[in-house]
């Protein structure tokens, strides 16, 4: 039987430290919710917004594989592997920390916000040799279609990562359909609507809700309006 669970996006937690905004889905930092800890493998989901020239110094992870999404400007990252590199919106990056990895992060642009999703996913193995990607996503024929952006497969479209975890991108016009069929049986999907009105089977989702459902082998996707959204695939049992 089919499971879910809502998060409306005003029900999010929040942190404003002046030269960063974030709202966050499950607990994170000075958020703390028991019924929000993690879907699954998918432990956060972030909603940052950095101010011009700021960021994020120096800072440790290890064991978590590390997904940065930026939707507006660009994001200057830096790390312990040597590499430094700029991400913007229509790339995505991936970091898997394993036995330990430094880095740091800042918004390039000294005037203008950065935009972008911060997502950790619990690693189906531990201690692994830190690695870092990240690639330019194809945006030209994403329209009406669910775009693969992350497997666990090396040689799958999009980044890949140490999880038996898919993740799509829709872009729809209002009244397009899909149907998503889930990769792996155990596993359940999270939506993240970035805008618009998406209506999955019969929940309807707006603006930066999020919504999770297990329990099921696919789930009908329609545009209530033009939309833009994410869907994360998970396994729900994990070792933590």
Avoid: C
Avoid at 226 to 238: C, K, R, Y
């Amino acid at each position: 039987m089919e499971k879910s669970v809502l998060h409306k996006a005003d029900t999010r937690g929040s942190a404003d430290h002046g030269w960063l905004k974030s709202l966050q889905t499950f607990s994170f930092g000075g958020y703390y919710n028991e019924k929000r800890i993690h879907f699954g493998a998918l432990r956060v989901l972030n909603d940052d917004t950095v101010d011009g020239g700021k960021g994020f110094g120096d800072h440790p992870h290890d064991n978590m594989e590390i997904i940065s999404i930026p939707l507006e400007g660009e994001l200057l990252h830096e790390d312990s592997m040597g590499n430094k590199a700029v991400i913007q919106a229509g790339e995505i990056q991936v970091m898997s920390a394993g036995t330990g990895i430094y880095h740091a992060e800042y918004n390039k642009n000294p005037y203008l916000p950065v935009k972008f999703l911060q997502i950790w996913v619990f690693p189906n193995q531990r201690d692994v040799s830190p690695r870092y990607d990240q690639i330019k996503l194809n945006t030209l024929s994403d329209q009406n279609s669910l775009q693969q952006i992350l497997s666990p497969n090396k040689d799958d479209d999009g980044v890949w990562i140490y999880q038996d975890a898919w993740f799509h991108m829709g872009k729809f016009d209002q009244d397009n359909k899909a149907l998503y069929k889930l990769k792996k049986e155990g596993n359940g999907i999270y939506f993240f609507v970035l805008k618009g009105d998406l209506k999955v089977n019969d929940q309807v989702l707006n603006t930066r809700d999020g919504y999770g459902i297990w329990d099921v082998e696919d789930a009908l996707l329609e545009a209530e309006s033009a939309t833009e959204f994410l869907i994360m695939e998970v396994p729900m049992e994990v070792k933590l």
